[in-house]
């Protein structure tokens, strides 16, 4: 496809953030406990700028960010698609703090800033965060788990295609060689162009998916570098493979509530 067609495509079908709503007393920690992410969240400039890293998604959003004794406990996190009336009851926010979900629109949550990523909640981050809501337990369809197994066999087709593995089952990398997941992280880190590609800092396949949807949500596309020159023309191909995935995985989620 064409750039031109592409960008007027994409305008047709670009759908920035609907909502973003701070629900709670942000002066103070409760479920987000550090002031540098409470101050993020509530600040105007860093609000613009967030709504306009992600003005290129293909899908809305609704997001929300609760910091309040309510999200202040391990039942109401983590816990990836849930129903309105789980909203209700057991974070208990009320219809005019959360009115009912658009059918349009992936809605999340945020109920506070924890797990691996005690980083700040830029736009980068939310989206990275968003893939962990998306793979969480309590996912009612099979669409989303679906891509990322597949984009996950991707890592390992690529690596395949470039470095010879031996009987034994270890690649031969540029380094020496290297066995099974561990290769399969260190190729999803030469694959990858994003910073935490560039900086080595992927600690699983499953976090380069969350950074490759960062990607695709912010960016509108995916870009892979060729392990090897001769794979170029396959890295192009996978790369237009993955953002199909991502996108079915995204659009199976719209209408669903998601709460991290
Ligand atoms: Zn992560």
Redesign the pocket.
Known sequence: MDAKRRSYLQALTEAPIGTFSTIGDWTKPSSFERPVDRKLLTSPAAIEKIRTQWNKTPIRFDLFFVNDPRADKAAVQGKGAVTLDFVRKYLQLTPQEFSDPSPDAITAIFTGNF???LVPPTGWMIA??L??ALSATGNINGVWETATYKIDSIVTTLLKKSYRMRPDGSYVLPQGPVFGRVAEIWAAGQLGTMKSARDQRL?SV??FV??LLAQYLLTGRVTLKPLTPVAAEDTVKYAGKIEGLLKSGLQSSVGKIFLL
Do not use: I, Q, V
Request: proline share 0%.
């Open positions: 797990g691996n990523d990275h965060r893939g962990h600690s499953y976090e969350y950074e």
